[in-house]
């Protein structure tokens, strides 16, 4: 599959939410595409020249950039280990995204901690005139259990007529030792991590890394009824950092 953008979420127990996201460089010659297939439908060959980015295998990785999104802890979501539940939510808003019609398309993947199973999720659109997420407009999305590593997928297909894509993430979910009434989902054995590896992504000095923290992240904390735009503190302090650095 030739793709735009494949997008990949990853829930962890202390309530953060670590994001990353692939798309091709800009200056690279030939097709701008990301060259991607799902782990589920990839037969592998010539293991040593793909790279496995959450639940897809990448063929041009070292054309690609790769954009990495951290939120504070339980900012976006509350765990409760021993009542064994998670509850999380939050938005991706305006994924650039070029028109279904001319060939754009993009893959967003969610995985949950493992040994979690989600009890309910919503992927809304959050332009829809109903208030409640759970009676917007609900774009489809495929689930799977992996049966090896005890590991939920979620995949969505994110194609647009606007130029960008934005949704809405909620659900639920429950220690899978709890036996609750769990989302019917397909049973998968691709031996699938609830984190990304670097061993998997590699450290090619030609994939240009940048630590974007929450581009497409919308964080709506108050202090003191003001809202703080936490996205500019974040990236002036990265700055920053990456300044001092480079004097060294």
């Known amino acids: 599959m030739y793709m735009q953008i494949v997008k990949t979420d990853f829930l962890s127990l202390d ?5 990353f996201t692939l798309t091709p460089k800009e200056n690279i010659t030939g097709t701008k595409r990301v060259r991607a297939d799902r782990i589920i439908e990839f037969k592998r060959t010539r293991e040593h ?8 295998i990448i063929y041009n990785f070292s054309d690609c950039n ?9 900012t976006h979501f ?3 280990p021993n009542n064994g539940t998670m509850l999380f939510q939050y938005n991706h808003m305006n994924i650039p995204l070029g028109p279904s019609n001319q060939g754009y398309a993009g893959r967003w993947s969610l995985i949950l901690p493992t040994g979690w199973r989600l009890t309910e999720i919503y ?18 999305y495929s689930v799977y259990w992996d049966t090896i590593n005890n590991v939920q997928l979620v995949e969505m297909e994110l194609r647009s007529r606007r130029g960008s894509f934005s949704f809405i993430v909620k659900g639920k979910a429950s220690k899978y030792i709890s036996q ?5 989902c397909s049973e998968i054995n691709i031996g699938l991590r609830d984190k990304l590896i670097d061993s998997n992504i590699g450290r090619s000095q030609n994939v240009n890394i940048f630590k ?19 996205n500019e503190i974040l990236n002036h302090f990265l700055s920053n950092s990456e300044q001092r650095k480079s004097r060294h």
């Open 15 to 19: 309530g953060s939410l670590n994001s």
């Open 49 to 56: 020249a793909n790279k496995e980015f959450g639940s897809h």
């Open 66 to 74: 790769l954009e990495t999104a951290t939120t504070s802890p339980n």
């Open 78 to 80: 509350n765990v409760d």
């Open 123 to 140: 992927l809304s659109d959050p332009y829809h005139k109903e208030e409640k997420i759970e009676k917007k407009k609900q774009f489809s």
């Open 180 to 184: 609750r009434n769990f989302i019917p």
């Open 212 to 230: 974007k923290i929450n581009k497409f992240l919308e964080l709506k904390p108050n202090i003191g009824g003001l809202g703080l735009n936490l």
